[in-house]
């Protein structure tokens, strides 16, 4: 009777047969081989990787990440954009159910607001934003690009000083 018909082995006497079985293959494939220390190296690490005690694993593992935490991603300008655009979006929409919902008390909110046709134009779906508001808003951002140009210069040095040859023209047409 073969010893796969019998199911799993279940007597100790079997077990260690087995493992006896097992060391002897590894001995044979070790004095088998050529090139010793590779096999060895492998015999090595197959015994490490059965045997290992997987919580030591996840020990080394958690002081690992606590003492050397994963860099966070950080969002690059345009997904910036994309995710503030995206969120601003939600909110008003969220806003919007609210404010149409029964739970609001719609009136009270009127009654503290300046311009109480606009707050109903939003409610209905208009947007939230003047025209006004948007040109103010791109006159501001073009300003501020015109303002803040690259200086690669950390400090003045005398070719800032000089006068270029549209000042100097100039000048003498002057005098």
Not at 5 to 21: A, N, T
Not at 55 to 75: A, C, E, G, M, N
Not at 84 to 91: D, L, S, Y
């Amino acid at each position: 009777m073969s010893m796969m018909s019998l199911g799993s082995i279940k007597k100790l006497r079997h077990m260690f047969y087995f493992h006896v079985g097992k060391m002897v293959g590894m001995f044979m494939i070790f004095l088998s081989s050529d090139y010793q220390e590779a096999a060895s190296a492998i015999i090595v690490i197959s015994f490490l990787i059965k045997y290992f005690p997987t919580s030591l694993l996840y020990s080394v593992k958690s002081y690992w990440h606590r003492h050397f935490p994963p860099k966070p991603r950080l969002l690059t300008s345009e997904e910036y954009f994309e995710e503030g655009a995206r969120e601003t979006k939600a909110a008003l929409d969220d806003l919007r159910k609210y404010c149409s919902s029964p739970d609001c008390a719609q009136w009270r909110i009127m009654l503290k607001l300046n311009d109480s046709k606009r707050f109903a134009g939003f409610v209905e779906g208009d947007s939230h934003l003047s025209d006004d508001e948007v040109l103010d808003y791109e006159a501001y951002a073009f300003s501020l690009e015109r303002n803040l140009k690259p200086n690669n210069r950390m400090s003045s040095t005398r070719e800032d000083l000089e006068i270029s040859e549209d000042d100097s023209s100039a000048s003498e047409d002057d005098i």
